[in-house]
């Protein structure tokens, strides 16, 4: 019989509570995920390119498991706390009858490890298929036919789910069942709502919110500013403010309540009703509500963060070239590198192969004069006033000793590319610099003060800068980036270098061979071909391996913790209502026999759900604005700053996606409210 | 008046609308009540009939004067139009110096002169009382009952009160005793030639005859 109680219970609590079970199902497959991440086929690939870099953020997995374990206890307490909460009747009649409370707790026990083991069964599978397909998504996503695809279950990630899973489970049930045990017959059989609170004069209410406004206005402009990012002591002042802010900002809320019901028309149905029900839920639960609030703020903001970041390191810079290689002790020259390359028959496998050419001015030890450049310098000063003119005030006053770049190398990057080449003459030199040092704001700047053809002097020798100023990468990936260097006719670069200069021969794969199978194996092929030539090279995946890390590794955790942070939040908001309303059950019933119709009942109940979740969840927006920015101020270059409009862009999607679950979320708890509403219509007997 | 499980309160529910009779029809004024639908049955709840609970059902998290108004916003009525009424019959109950105060505030006679007046509010033709004395200590009890006559003497209000406790029930002007879901007995106070301390006697006779059951039946 006890047996079949538990069997039963187990059976109608899943079927009753679909917010707990889901709320299982999301805890598993999340602890499923953070675990089986080192045997995504991306982590896979990533490991060969940048295998330190993986490796750190693997040792992290332990910390986020942790971090997953603590965040995730709270969704499944607050859910689980739900269930015995309704069941506190059921209860109390068990007790009345004589069960001992032993024998209760082990019937709950029983019947919470009973739903759990259900759930690590329905759980892993769906755990397992999600993070294949993810996989396989990202995989797909960013174009690794490379490593081919892996299985990526793991028999280790399953094991230390189900370990974390039952672990929190069964803490949250002690904690719970040990509140519930403790409680007297009476006050477990009747239902009441939360005592009165102690009230202070509504001044104290106003005062705390104007309080909490002041502070959160203070830490969002701290936020933008950038001053939070000055040190730990503004950062944690900042953040301090916010909490503050945000708690006090909640604590006085139930003065504006109160405007609210008292403003209004207090005959519009249910009006003043639904308003004190909102009113005393913010009483109550002011913390819950903004500890609710700041969690959906995290989300907003990794979400933000995340893609955004994500997607400035994704954007790839052009790709032109596939290989370079370096001169060594053994290569000394360009022809030498060729000829290793046609000893391994791997010549053929390119379809262009050329040198590029960068050197110092040799003709000069000078290296405080060598170069001056006095009139573009006094052009930017005549310029208007920028953060950029600045910058560049400050950083050209220091290239007195350029590298050099020869012409003709330059202009087959420039082919490779599809660009138009450069023709200079030959008191003519375009400067280049690199992409990473310089933002479009200032090659702007520096294109409008070249157009005016400026007279430098290089070694003695007057020469006159002219064109725009170049970026494409001279090389692959990173062997040599450039801050400053002038591109010079190849005679010209001869004399000031003197023949003596770096080559790097640049090669990029033959059309036919990328075509048969994608570019990424190709490289890959190419790569342990190359490697028992004993060349030096660098190979577009290296390039390709980083960008992917930092956006694999951003996106990936960010978007983790934002989908986490949000579905904790709304479980516990629509937790909290839901539980309030049962307890205030015999409000709703009152309101049955004054005459109120079941849809009127629903609409007030719908009201009050769209309030409560609506009150965090727009403080939550409105800080996310600053929040999301102060992010990009803090982790961001220059060169993504400037991209407003894409960043909006961003947010815009951001905040349709967290109003889908927020929609979803409130879509389930007005079900289930609906459905609690329509137990009340059915009369009871009361004695 | 009647025993347990005799069928009382289900009849006020029936009346009230808050059950479906299984058969049979209810007419009040000449409408049969289970036939309402819509509008006209909110509108039938809302103005026809008023409520008064044993437990006084206020909701809590209402002051006094929201919970008199509650009727009103269930049933889309202007407020102003009821003011007027609501100051009258503050003043009536006597409890003008507890609307702005909470249930929690107020001693159970308050309590339940509040919910009196959300009853009356809306000036329904006829109030449905479940033993409103039931939570009542008599002092409050008979204040209340006294109200309560008041009413129905001075504006006519009809009065339909389930009860159990004769004290109450001598108040009344015809008692009616109900027996598994029958009614069996009548007993009327003739007015004016009967004190209300003798028709109270003649009840707690009836009561005493009628304490077997059905097979004591007079």
């Known amino acids: ?687 | 008046m009647g025993s347990s499980g005799s069928g009382k309160s289900t009849l006020l529910n029936c009346i009230a609308t808050v059950i479906h009779p299984g058969s049979g029809s209810i007419t009040m004024n000449g409408r049969q009540v289970q036939a309402l639908k819509g509008a006209a049955l909110a509108d039938y709840r809302g103005k026809e009939i008023g409520y008064l609970f044993q437990n006084f059902e206020l909701l809590d998290n209402l002051t006094g004067y929201e919970n008199i108004l509650l009727p009103l916003s269930l049933h889309g009525v202007p407020e102003k139009e009821s003011r007027k009424r609501l100051e009258k019959l503050a003043a009536y109950l006597e409890i003008k110096d507890v609307l702005q105060k909470f249930p929690s505030q107020m001693s159970g006679g308050q309590k339940q002169r509040v919910a009196a007046a959300r009853a009356l509010i809306l000036n329904p033709g006829i109030i449905l009382a479940d033993e409103p004395t039931g939570a009542l200590d008599s002092r409050n009890a008979k204040a209340l009952m006294e109200k309560l006559a008041g009413l129905n003497r001075n504006s006519n209000t009809t009065i339909l009160m389930v009860t159990h406790d004769c004290n109450a029930a001598s108040y009344c002007k015809r008692i009616l005793f109900i027996q598994d879901g029958m009614i069996f007995h009548e007993l009327r106070r003739s007015i004016p030639e009967e004190s209300q301390q003798e028709f109270y006697e003649r009840i707690l006779k009836a009561m005493a005859q009628l304490g077997g059951g059905s097979a004591n039946v007079l």
């Open chain 1, 1 to 687: 019989m006890f047996f079949k109680l538990i069997s039963r219970n187990s059976r109608r609590n899943r079927k009753e509570n679909g917010l707990l079970f889901s709320s299982l199902l999301v805890s598993i497959i999340a602890f499923y995920i953070i675990l089986a991440l080192p045997r995504q086929d991306v982590m896979v690939f990533l490991q060969e390119m940048e295998s330190v870099a993986v490796s750190k953020l693997m040792t992290l997995i332990p910390v986020f498991y942790g971090m997953a374990l603590f965040i995730l206890f709270f969704l499944i307490y607050y859910a689980s706390k739900f269930q015995l909460e309704r069941r506190r009747h059921e209860f109390g009649v068990y007790l009345m009858m004589g069960m001992r409370r032993v024998k209760l707790f082990a019937m709950l026990l029983a019947e919470d490890f009973r739903n759990s083991i259900l759930s690590l069964a329905v759980g892993l599978p769906i755990a397992v298929l999600l993070s294949e397909l993810v996989s396989l998504v990202t995989a797909r996503l960013v174009g690794i036919g490379i490593v081919g695809h892996q299985v990526s279950f793991s028999l280790h990630a399953v094991w230390w789910t189900a370990m974390g899973f039952l672990l929190i489970k069964l803490t949250a049930f002690l904690l719970l069942s040990g509140r519930i045990s403790r409680q007297e017959i009476g006050s477990l059989l009747t239902e009441t709502p939360d005592g009165v609170k102690r009230q202070l004069p509504p001044l104290c209410y106003a005062i705390s919110s104007l309080i909490g406004i002041l502070c959160l206005a203070a830490a969002y402009a701290m936020a933008i500013k950038g001053s939070a990012w000055q040190g730990i002591r503004n950062m944690g002042l900042t953040v301090l403010l916010g909490l503050l802010g945000t708690f006090s900002f909640f604590w006085g809320l139930r003065f504006l309540m109160g405007l609210a019901v008292r403003s209004g028309r207090s005959d519009r149905r249910l009006h003043v009703f639904n308003f004190r029900q909102i009113q005393e839920t913010v009483i109550h639960r002011s913390g819950a509500l903004a500890v609710c609030s700041l969690l959906i703020l995290s989300a907003l903001c990794c979400f933000g963060a995340g893609v955004a970041i994500s997607r400035f390191y994704g954007e790839s810079e052009q790709h032109v070239l596939d290989y370079t290689f370096q001169t060594t002790e053994n290569m000394h020259s360009g022809a030498d590198i060729r000829q290793t390359l046609a000893e391994h028959h791997l010549d053929t496998r390119f379809s262009d192969l050329f040198e590029m050419k960068v050197g110092h001015i040799n003709t000069s030890d000078d290296t405080r004069n060598a170069f001056r450049m006095e009139p573009v310098m006094n052009a930017l000063r005549d310029m208007p006033s920028s953060a950029d003119r600045d910058v560049l005030l400050n950083n050209l006053q220091f290239t007195t000793y350029p590298y050099l770049i020869s012409l003709s190398s330059y202009n087959r990057v420039l082919t490779a590319a599809d660009m138009p080449v450069l023709e200079l003459g030959t008191d003519e030199a375009a400067v280049y610099i690199d992409s990473s040092f310089t933002t479009n704001g200032r090659t702007r700047i520096l294109n409008e003060v070249f157009r005016s053809r400026p007279e430098t002097v290089l070694d003695g020798n007057p020469l006159f800068l002219t064109g725009t100023v170049q970026t494409t990468k001279l090389v692959t990936d990173r062997t040599i980036t450039l801050s400053f260097a002038l591109i010079l006719p190849d005679d010209v670069f001869e004399r000031y270098t003197q023949g003596s200069y770096s080559v790097y021969l640049n090669g990029i794969l033959a059309q036919d061979m990328a075509r048969d199978t994608s570019l990424m194996s190709a490289i890959s092929e190419m790569n342990s071909a190359l490697d028992g030539t004993g060349l030096s090279y660098e190979s577009y995946l290296q390039n390709m391996g980083r960008q992917l890390f930092y956006m694999v590794a951003a996106s990936y955790i960010t978007i983790y913790l934002a989908i986490i942070f949000l579905l904790i939040a709304n479980t516990v908001i629509g937790v909290q209502f839901l539980m309030g309303q049962q307890k205030s059950g015999r409000r709703y019933r009152t309101l049955i026999r004054l005459g109120a119709p079941y849809r009127t009942l629903c609409r007030s109940a719908r009201k009050q759900i769209r309030w409560y979740f609506g009150i965090p969840t727009v403080v939550a927006v409105f800080s996310s604005l600053f929040g999301v920015r102060a992010l990009l101020t803090g982790f961001l270059s220059y060169n993504a700053k400037e991209d407003l409009p894409e960043m909006m862009l961003v947010s815009a999607a951001m905040i349709l996606a967290l109003c889908v679950i927020e929609y979803i979320y409130v879509a389930a708890v007005k079900h289930s409210s609906d459905r609690y509403l329509l137990s009340l219509i059915v009369p009871e007997r009361e004695e």
